[in-house]
């Protein structure tokens, strides 16, 4: 029996929102739903039945705007809005996809996760860089007692992972990630870089739990319009940009 996979688009602003449907930027992919984050106007979409708004659901965690995409992961977990899925796809707006990006995933589907960019462990960005791993290896290290450094040691040299939130998950994993990760928001939501946080559980969990993973590089590009200013990115990046999504 083929599997079933939904996709869910997170964004932050409506006009985003319009801009994709109108030019129907994922037309490629099945069962698509935008998962609204944030708190900006939504007058505009909150009619259309593909479009989730995060604030709206009776369990969601939007007063801790720094998690970023995380928000939308947990309120499509807590409010049960993936029940019908065997696959997920998780994708941040700011993503091109090539032509044959569904066609290449779903032939990957016997995997438990998939991540698009890949990026070597031992580099200093993922787990040696404070500002954005701090909070997430001691609370790894206090609800799992996993000394996450001395685990990234063990790990091959050439070893790979895929840092950015942009990921696709069986749903089983899915479910077992956000359990995992569920105690260790209590912790990475005091950092106001929580979001690079929740980024790296993603693939520790995977690297951790030895999940059945798959890195599957030059499928998807994550422009980063760093929307919640967080990397010093300049804005007139987006302003530059931006209709590079709309092609």
């Known amino acids: 029996m083929m599997k079933t996979v939904s996709t869910f688009i997170f964004v932050h602003d409506q006009s985003i929102i319009l801009d994709f449907i109108k030019c129907q930027k994922f037309k490629q992919l099945d069962n698509v739903k935008y998962v609204f984050v944030g708190g900006k106007d939504t007058s505009m979409i909150e009619s259309n039945p593909d479009v989730i708004i995060c604030n709206k ?4 965690l939007e007063q801790y705007p720094k998690l970023t995409s995380y ?3 947990y309120a499509i977990w807590k409010n049960g809005l993936y029940d019908s899925s065997d696959y997920l796809n998780l994708l941040e707006y700011d993503v091109n996809l090539t032509d044959n990006f569904d066609k290449i995933v779903k032939e990957s589907l016997n995997f438990d996760v998939i991540g698009y960019i890949p990026f070597n462990v031992h580099h200093n960005n993922f787990a040696k860089h404070k500002p954005w791993s701090e909070y997430l290896i001691t609370s790894i290290h206090k609800n799992y007692n996993i000394n996450v450094h001395e685990f990234i040691h063990t ?11 942009n990921h696709t998950f069986s749903k089983k994993s899915f479910e077992d990630y956000m359990k995992w990760v ?17 980024e790296r559980s993603i693939s520790l969990f995977y690297l951790i739990n030895k999940l059945n993973h798959n890195l599957i590089g030059n499928i998807l590009t994550h422009f980063q319009f760093d929307s919640h200013g967080t990397q010093n990115i300049s804005q007139d990046k987006f302003k530059n940009e931006y209709n590079k999504l709309l092609k």
């Open 57 to 60: 659901l009776p369990f969601n």
């Open 71 to 73: 928000t939308g992961w």
């Open 155 to 165: 790990l091959p040299f050439n070893k790979e992972c895929s840092v950015t939130s």
């Open 182 to 198: 569920d105690p260790l928001i209590d912790d990475i939501k005091h950092s106001g870089l929580s979001g690079h946080q929740v």
